[in-house]
């Protein structure tokens, strides 16, 4: 997470990814966002743990941190990241013991319904074909209790930055691996 942020938010050095993901905290707050105290926490495609790691430091009242992902190999990681010493090449990671990570398909919880008070999709969408990211945004209303709320945060692909990076020949590299980025 480091080198990424670095290389993608160079003015920000190794906290580049924090300063990068903290514009998204700050609009959802600006937006009314809110983890109401003792709530479930749903992060839907949470790869390695980073927005599930983040969400609970941020929330210290929820009682409960759900990040569920696809991949069994970034479950794993997510799983055994804060039992190593990564300070040094990944933001710092803290076993909190209200974390647990699920192999699951996001739009397939297998969780409860009605379970959780906030379900997130961060940095996700991009990754999906549109019926893909409807299917998991049936799932979240599924797992929202009444009142719960959905957190959509997306790269915004009409910036500046974006713009360059599609004039760009390494945006083709990009795409081989992003094939949704411009859906």
């Avoid at 709530?39 to 409960?64: I, K, M, N, Q």
């Avoid at 998991?136 to 209790?145: G, K, P």
Wanted: proline fraction near 6%; aromatic fraction near 8%; hydrophobic fraction near 40%.
């Amino acid at each position: 997470s480091k080198a990424v942020g670095a290389r993608n938010y160079p003015a920000f050095g190794a906290e580049g990814e924090t300063a990068f993901r903290k514009a998204f905290d700050d609009a959802l707050s600006d937006a009314g966002a809110r983890v109401p105290d003792g709530a479930t926490v749903v992060d839907l495609g949470c790869g390695t743990g980073y927005s599930t790691r983040r969400l609970a430091e941020r929330f210290p009242r929820a009682s409960e941190l759900v990040g569920v992902d696809l991949s069994p190999y970034f479950v794993a990681v997510a799983r055994e990241l804060p039992r190593l010493d990564t300070a040094r090449w990944v933001n710092a990671c803290v076993d909190d013991p209200r974390v647990r990570y699920v192999c699951e398909d996001a739009a397939a919880t297998g969780l409860e319904t009605d379970s959780a008070d906030v379900c997130v999709l961060s940095l996700v969408v991009h990754e999906l074909p549109p019926a893909a990211t409807a299917e998991i945004v049936r799932e979240a209303s599924r797992l929202l209790r009444p009142g719960g709320q959905l957190w959509v945060t997306e790269m915004d692909f009409e910036t500046e930055g974006y713009r360059k990076l599609r004039a760009s020949p390494a945006y083709a590299f990009i795409r081989a691996t992003e094939p949704y980025l411009d859906v």
